[in-house]
């Protein structure tokens, strides 16, 4: 088999690792050419965003199956062009994407469904705003409706600043995608995320895991993309048959009633609350860094189930883990999330020993053939990947080989998979 991963940060090195290590795959092809992060992959110089020559590439070069990493191209349609060409693409349409491109559409699809989640309203003005306050009396929590890089949500801790945050995004700070806002009511707990792979009729949810959202160790200083995660989350096992019943069984009830021909993941990100299981969000891609341990922890060959949902039947057996657990410390350049530095030599990598129980997935760095060397490019450089026998073992093999990689500046949380805050 011949497959093209789509995308060029650590979620697509671990999968395309994981792809790899499949018996019928022979070949993996990354687009962008960056995305080649292994010299067994062949990295392709073409536009994620353009469907028509990801197409026409796919059919010339006889590829079985394209895997759709980042939101962008989902949310664009480039698996209903690379569809229409007869090519098999894991990742929804433009249609089942709008669950992540546009809150409002999530909100109301998770209403129409019955899927517990915070109270909301939906403004387009100043006006709309202070009547969604008057309503709640308390601070909202202010979403662009569509997407902002990660960037377009503020929990306010007071009225003023709820009105602060809504006014700079109508103002056109993110342009048309912060237009329209949702505004929610604020939700305590512990976050866990959950994925479901699906072809729209049912699902296999994979075992939970928790990213850590903040810059800081004690989940302080500013949101990022992610500082680290770790998979399973304990805490959380017993929940899954109402993680089942209020959210995932409900989400197929509802592609049905709306027609939804729905074909990869389905990430909810969820809030523990005293009032049972709330979602905070869904995505139509896997997360980042969470794929990254949680590929490491699959016991499962992950390619019939891509292929089954990318061709419409999900294969009727669970995917399976390995017994311990896995995490991943995110190491990040000087000035991330705001002003990452860049073209920085990364020492220590070449000697770090990749094992089955150590992966190094690398998401802003590229290899300085010539010299073999790689070269930071990004905010999230790489993420080290451990397994151990339980949680503890696994952190502490994470963090001795991250003592041993470096670059001026270098930064990493501490604390990743000890605190069950953000
Ligand atoms: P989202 O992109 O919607 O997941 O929001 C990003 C982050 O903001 C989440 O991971 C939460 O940490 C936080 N957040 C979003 N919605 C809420 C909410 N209703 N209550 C509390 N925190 C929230
Ligand atoms: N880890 C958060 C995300 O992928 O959106």
Not at 234 to 252: C, G, K, Q, S, Y
Request: glycine residues 12%; contains cysteine.
């Amino acid at each position: 088999m011949r497959v093209i991963v789509i995308g060029s940060g650590g979620r697509e090195h671990a999968l395309a690792w994981k792809i790899s290590e499949s018996d019928g795959v022979s070949k993996v092809y990354t687009i962008p050419a960056s995305g080649a992060k292994e010299n067994y992959f062949e990295g392709i110089d073409l536009d994620p965003l353009d469907g028509d020559a990801i197409a026409d590439f796919a059919n010339e070069n006889m590829v079985d199956l394209v895997v759709i990493g980042p939101e962008a191209p989902l949310v664009s349609g480039v698996a209903d062009v690379l569809r229409s060409k007869g090519v098999s693409v894991f990742g929804p349409g433009a249609n089942g994407a709008q669950l992540e491109g546009s809150k409002v559409f999530a909100k109301e699809f998770m209403a129409s469904a019955g899927i517990p989640t915070a109270r909301f309203w939906v403004a387009r003005s100043m006006d709309d705003v202070d009547r969604a306050l008057s309503e709640s009396g308390e601070p909202l929590v202010v979403k662009c409706d569509g997407l902002a890089g990660g960037k377009g949500v503020v929990v306010s801790e007071t009225l003023e600043e709820t009105r602060e945050a809504a006014s700079d995004f109508l103002s056109g700070r993110f342009g048309e995608a912060g237009r329209t806002l949702v505004l929610e009511e604020r939700l305590q707990g512990r976050e866990v995320s959950f994925f479901a792979i699906t072809d729209g009729k049912r699902y296999h949810l994979l075992v939970p895991s928790r990213d850590h959202k903040r810059l800081l160790d004690g989940g302080n200083g500013p949101n990022t993309g992610g500082m680290g995660a770790y998979a399973p989350v304990e805490d959380a096992m017993d929940l899954m048959p109402v993680i089942r019943e209020t959210i995932f069984d409900r989400v197929m009830a509802e592609f049905e009633k709306q027609g939804m021909d729905y074909r990869g993941v389905l990430y909810a990100g969820v809030m523990l609350t005293n009032e049972g299981p709330k979602v905070l969000e869904f995505n139509v891609r896997f997360g980042d860094p969470e794929t990254q341990p949680l590929m490491a922890l699959m016991l499962s060959d992950i390619v019939p189930y891509l292929l089954g949902v990318a061709r419409g039947a999900l294969p009727q057996a669970p995917v399976e883990f390995m017994p311990g657990a896995t995490l991943t410390v995110v190491m990040a350049a000087e000035g991330y999330p705001t002003r990452p530095r860049s073209g920085d030599v990364i020492e220590g990598l070449e000697d770090v020993r990749i094992t089955d129980d150590v992966r190094v997935f690398i998401a802003g760095a590229d290899l300085d053939r010539k010299a073999g060397r790689w070269i930071t490019s990004g905010g999230r450089v790489l993420g080290v990947t451990a397994k151990g026998k339980t949680l503890e073992q696994a952190r502490e093999r994470a963090y001795e080989i991250a003592g041993r990689i470096a670059w001026p500046g270098v930064h990493y949380r501490k604390d990743i998979g000890v605190t069950t805050t953000a």
